[in-house]
């Protein structure tokens, strides 16, 4: 078996690892496709070389642009790539243009596409990345799916549940492993061994690049003002290059950096960045991974959005949603600070993407798929047949398996009464509420 893993950003990287390294372990065929979308080195190699994971193969160095030329730049290069290694599936994660251009380009090809990280929703299609999320799941073989949430998600547009695979997320993994390599070297960055970061207290690590944040003047400028006021805090803020390039823009760099409170630094790799998230008292952020990263470290984290794809996070108790309202974020820092229950409420919260084993158990699925010709992609046979899609309740002693079987279906969606759930294989359906497609 041949795996191709498609990436470009430094978040792809980060959780792509923990599946590079399980491929490579098991000793199965591995081609790296890096589309070159993030090239600073503070942005992509410096986590290729804290991870430990191989150069890539390949790097189509598309650079930055807007949507459409990126994209268009990294479908051809990856068409030629993926022409010339024919892998049996290809792996993409997340939702950047990555996944957008290496899902569309795969299944043109009839290979197999893998999402990882799929079944997210924010269900707000300003954001480029719920496009690329979207148009990936339509165009992809298998899910693997962070929480039983991302996979009712899937189910509710219609994806057949024998494809999802609740695997947590790999960004667990990536967590658990190198956070006490991490702690054993210390700081690497000059700028973070300066600021002594050990013997500091009232840490609060910030990280912004959403579009939908930096992009605005108004809306970074409310967050800034909240910043202003948290003079009790130790703001330490890795700048995504888009940050700080924005915020030149708007003129609004200096007045940031020159607070005493703020220490604006260039990004850190990611052995220095979970010493110093782990050490924070509090996590300001719209990052996307960082919200499961916080959840993940036990430390609270308010989002600087106004609704967020990892909603799991918030029912959980550890992320609170404090948009760009500068009130709120105050209201909400503030809590964190001075009141200790709530803050160790937030802290305790439980860790809803898994127990770091998401790489073992997409690889374990992939291997099985490829083994019962699964990922072979053709026009299917039973075109011409038909299914007919029903709801019923079920009152006898059976599970899902028993019920698809005795009735030549396959479960779509299933209600216990007070919520859905996902239909395991043995789960008992007594008392529940079933759509099935009944196939003719
Ligand atoms: C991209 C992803 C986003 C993800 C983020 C992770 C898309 C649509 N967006 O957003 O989902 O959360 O990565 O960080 O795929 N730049 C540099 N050096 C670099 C990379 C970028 O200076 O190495 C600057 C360029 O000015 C560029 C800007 O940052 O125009 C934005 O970069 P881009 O990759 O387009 O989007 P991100 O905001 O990084
Ligand atoms: N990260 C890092 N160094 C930094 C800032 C972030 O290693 O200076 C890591 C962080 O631990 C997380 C990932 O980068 O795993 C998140 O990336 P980003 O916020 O750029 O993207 P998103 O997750 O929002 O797509």
């Known amino acids: 078996m041949k795996i191709a893993v498609v990436l470009g950003t430094r978040p792809e990287i980060i959780k792509m690892a923990p599946i590079i390294d399980e491929i490579i ?5 591995l081609t790296i496709l890096h589309t070159g979308q993030h090239y600073d080195k503070e942005m992509s190699d410096n986590f290729f070389r804290d991870l430990e994971i191989p150069a890539p193969d390949y790097n189509i160095r598309v650079g930055s642009g807007s949507h459409a030329k990126q994209t268009a730049l990294m479908m051809d290069g990856i068409e030629e790539v993926l022409m010339d ?8 994660q997340g939702d950047t243009n990555a996944v957008l251009a290496g899902s569309l380009v795969a299944s043109k090809l009839h290979i197999a596409v893998g999402h990882v990280e799929a079944g997210l929703r924010s269900f707000d299609m300003t954001m480029p990345e719920e496009v690329n999320r979207r148009v990936c ?4 073989t298998m899910y693997f799916v962070p929480t039983e949430q991302s996979a009712i998600n899937l189910l509710a547009e ?5 494809n999802l695979f609740i695997t947590g997320n790999t960004v667990v993994d990536a967590c658990f492993r190198h956070l006490e390599i991490a702690k054993k070297r210390g700081f690497d960055e000059e700028s973070l061994a300066d600021l002594d970061i050990d013997n500091m207290d009232n840490i ?13 003047k108004s809306r970074v400028g409310n967050i800034i003002d909240a910043l202003k006021e948290l003079s009790d805090m130790n703001i330490i803020f890795p700048i995504h290059p888009r940050t700080k390039k924005t915020l030149q823009g708007f003129g609004l760099f200096d007045e940031l950096n ?20 782990s050490k924070s008292t509090l996590i300001l952020t719209d990052s996307g991974g960082l919200q499961e990263e916080a959840i993940t470290l036990n430390v609270p984290a308010l989002t600087l959005r106004y609704n967020t794809e990892r909603p799991e996070t918030v029912s959980a108790g550890g992320n609170i949603l404090v948009g760009s309202d500068k009130d709120v974020i105050l209201e909400n820092a503030n809590k964190i600070l001075n009141d200790k229950e709530f803050a160790e409420k937030m802290k305790n919260a439980p860790n809803p993407y898994g127990q770091g084993d998401s790489a073992k158990l997409t690889v374990d699925a992939i291997q099985k798929y490829y083994d019962d010709g699964l990922l072979d992609i053709r026009a299917p046979e ?3 047949s038909s299914f007919e899609r029903k709801m019923t309740s079920v009152d006898e002693d059976i599970t899902v398996n028993e019920f698809e079987d005795r009735n030549n279906a396959s479960i779509h969606m299933l209600f216990d009464g007070e919520k859905m759930r996902f239909p395991v294989d043995n789960l008992k359906l007594k008392g529940m509420c079933v759509t099935y497609d009944e196939y003719k």
């Open 158 to 162: 219609g994806y057949s549940r024998k």
């Open 382 to 384: 039973n075109i011409m």
């Open 137 to 140: 799941d339509v165009t992809s």
């Open 258 to 277: 020159n607070l005493n409170h703020v220490h604006i630094i260039k990004p850190v790799g990611y052995l220095d960045f979970l010493q110093l998230t």
């Open 25 to 29: 372990k098991r000793g199965i065929d």
């Open 204 to 216: 609060l690590t910030l990280t912004m690049h959403r579009a939908e944040n930096v992009d605005d």
């Open 85 to 92: 290694e024919k892998p049996d599936i290809v792996l993409v």
